[in-house]
Structure formats: structure tokens, C-alpha cells
């Protein structure tokens, strides 16, 4: 089918475990983590150009319109790896709070993959577009699958696991932004005192055991971030206190999010956080589902 204009959901990631296993000769981490995407999605609308142009608006004027973005990057690297003629004007309506620890550029970027593939007719594969996602970002490949997944490597190895016990998941972002590289930065591997138990979360995603599910939540990026930013840890008391079951900071932060399977917790916790941070979100995991294609 040809398309002249494709709409693509671009949905969150959090991390069920983020384990930092060493620091590489090339700069980065090599890490083990569980990730799942949630019903928090930004909405990435591509529009065929037939004078070869690449451009880029977004909801939100703060975010880059240009190659620092994530999702233009992933356009001109589609263009040139495969010599397109033809370009696209892709509009990102940004719902995934920035800087936040969510992959909402990754999520942008990875739906500008799937999405160019069909606009473009270049029939590649999901796994041909991780490979080129993980040119523009360790998250994206994880991105372009989406659902449930045990990320290694720099997080670009992807194996991917079952749903989730199903619960709900309160999302509470202080207003910070927290920049990926200063944390890795400040992060001592040698000094790391609280690895998850990955196994544990492999094992609770694989038998949907919520309880086991909340158990095994770790993030050894979380003491670095706590200490850059002691927010964070009053709204993790505060989840705490209000009943979650599970609490966790995601990525390098600041999000931090609370897992819940009982309706009633949800807005009590919901209720507590608004009256201490603006941006508060109550998804659902997407579980083992790939994204979503929605024209
Ligand atoms: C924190 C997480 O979001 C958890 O999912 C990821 O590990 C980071 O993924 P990302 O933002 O896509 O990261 P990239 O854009 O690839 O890298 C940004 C910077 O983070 C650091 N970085 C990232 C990934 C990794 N495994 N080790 C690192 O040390 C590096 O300083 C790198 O220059
Ligand atoms: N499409 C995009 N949406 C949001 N930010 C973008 C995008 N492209 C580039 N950026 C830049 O990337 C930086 C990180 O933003 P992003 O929202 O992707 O962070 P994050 O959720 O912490 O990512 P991750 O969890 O993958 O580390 C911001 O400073 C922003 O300027």
C-alpha cells in the first residue's frame, strides 16, 4: 500500500531493572534491564515530501526541530542508508515528558523507523530497524519492538520476554530534567552495593507474579540521582506511604513510578502526588504487544 501519511504511536518505556554490570572501554555501561512500554505515548504524524526536504515541528517548543533531534536523525539516516528520493515532515505531538527517564526521544525516533519503512516502501524488518536504531541511541532498538524485554549489551541487545502480571502504574515526574550522561558519569561500578536480582525479574515476568514483580524492582542509577536530586526521594516516600506496592525511579530519572494492582490505591496515590508535582500519569504496561501502527 502506498501511504502519503502515516500516524505512529510512540510509547514510554519504564525500567523494571536497571543493572549496571561494568564500564566499557568505549565510554558506555554495559547494563542489564528489564524494560516494558506504557500507555504514555507521544503520537509522531510523517507527511510524504516530494522535494526530498526533511523537516520537523513538535507540541512542545522546547524540543529540538532539527538533528539534535532524535526523530529527525532518524530520518536522515533512513534517507541515506537506503538513497531516498523522495522526504517527509514529521510532526511529533509530544505527550511523554522530556529528559525524564521515559525514552521519549527514543520512542519518537523508533516510530520514525517503523513509520518511514512503510512511507518510504523500503520493507525492511523490526530487526533491521533496531540495528539502524541503535545508531541513534542505546533505547531505540528496545523502542521499535516495544512490550516486554531483557535489554544487554548497551542496552541495544534485545531478547524479548511475556507480559507483565497486569497492574496499573502511577507516573510522578518532579520538575527537573536529568541528563543520561551526567548520571552514568557519576556513577562509581565498583562501589555499586545494590544490583537487582534480574534472574528474580525474569522469573516474575515469565509466572505473572506481581509480588515477586514488585520485589525484584531495582535501579542501580537511582542512589546517583537521589543524590543530585533529593525530590525524587520525597516522592518515593510519598508513594510508599500511600500504599504502592512497588516503587522505582526509571532510567536515569526523574521519573519515578509506583506499580499497583488494586483500583482503589491508585487514586489515593494519584491524589497524594498532585498535591506535590504537576506532571502525574496513571497507564497501563502495553505487556507484550509490539507498537501500535494507527494509519
Ligand atoms: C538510562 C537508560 O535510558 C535506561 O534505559 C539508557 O541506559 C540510556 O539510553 P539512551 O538515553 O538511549 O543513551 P545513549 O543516547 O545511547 O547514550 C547517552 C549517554 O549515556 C551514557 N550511557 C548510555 C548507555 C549505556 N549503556 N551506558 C552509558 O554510559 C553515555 O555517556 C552516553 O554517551
Ligand atoms: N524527539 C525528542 N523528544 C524529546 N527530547 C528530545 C527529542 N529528540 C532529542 N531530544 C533531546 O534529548 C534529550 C533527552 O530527552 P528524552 O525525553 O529522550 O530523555 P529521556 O526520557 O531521559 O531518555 P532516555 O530514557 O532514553 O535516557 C533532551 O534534552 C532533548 O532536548
Not at 68 to 88: C, D, I, P, S
Not at 194 to 222: R, Y
Not at 263 to 286: C, S
Amino acid at each position: 500500500m502506498n501511504y502519503v501519511r502515516i500516524s505512529v504511536k510512540a510509547p514510554a518505556k519504564i525500567n523494571l531493572t536497571l543493572d549496571v554490570l561494568a564500564k566499557r572501554p568505549d565510554g558506555y555501561h554495559e547494563v542489564e534491564m528489564v524494560m516494558t512500554t506504557v500507555d504514555l505515548a507521544d503520537r509522531v504524524d510523517m507527511t510524504l515530501r516530494e522535494d526530498g526536504e526533511i523537516t520537523l515541528d513538535c507540541s512542545a517548543s522546547f524540543v529540538p526541530d532539527d538533528i539534535r533531534n532524535h526523530a529527525y536523525k532518524a530520518a536522515t539516516l533512513m534517507k541515506e542508508k537506503f538513497q531516498v528520493r523522495q522526504g517527509v515532515h514529521l510532526y511529533i505531538d509530544k505527550q511523554i515528558p522530556v529528559a525524564a527517564g521515559l525514552a521519549g526521544g527514543s520512542s519518537d525516533a523508533a516510530a520514525t523507523l517503523r513509520g518511514l519503512n512503510q512511507l518510504w516502501n523500503l520493507g525492511l524488518t523490526r530487526d533491521e530497524l533496531a540495528k539502524i536504531g541503535a545508531e541513534i541511541g542505546s533505547d531505540v532498538p528496545f523502542c521499535v519492538y516495544g512490550g516486554t524485554a531483557l535489554a544487554t549489551g548497551r542496552g541495544e541487545q534485545i531478547a524479548h520476554l511475556g507480559a507483565p502480571a497486569p497492574c496499573w502504574v502511577i507516573l510522578a515526574k518532579p520538575p527537573i530534567g536529568v541528563s543520561t550522561p551526567d548520571v552514568y558519569g557519576n556513577l562509581r561500578v565498583a562501589q555499586i552495593d545494590n544490583h537487582p536480582d534480574t534472574k528474580q525479574m525474569l522469573q516474575a515476568i515469565a509466572t505473572q507474579d506481581f509480588s515477586l514483580m514488585c520485589q525484584s524492582l531495582g535501579n542501580v542509577l537511582e542512589n546517583v540521582t537521589l543524590s543530585l536530586h533529593p525530590q525524587v526521594r520525597q516522592i518515593k516516600d510519598l508513594m510508599v506511604a500511600s500504599g504502592a506496592d512497588g516503587v522505582l525511579m526509571s532510567g536515569s530519572g526523574p521519573t519515578v513510578f509506583a506499580l499497583v494492582q488494586k483500583e482503589a490505591k491508585v487514586h489515593r496515590i494519584y491524589n497524594a502526588l498532585r498535591g506535590f508535582v504537576k506532571d502525574v500519569f496513571v497507564v497501563r504496561m502495553l505487556g507484550a504487544k509490539e507498537g501500535e501502527i494507527l494509519a
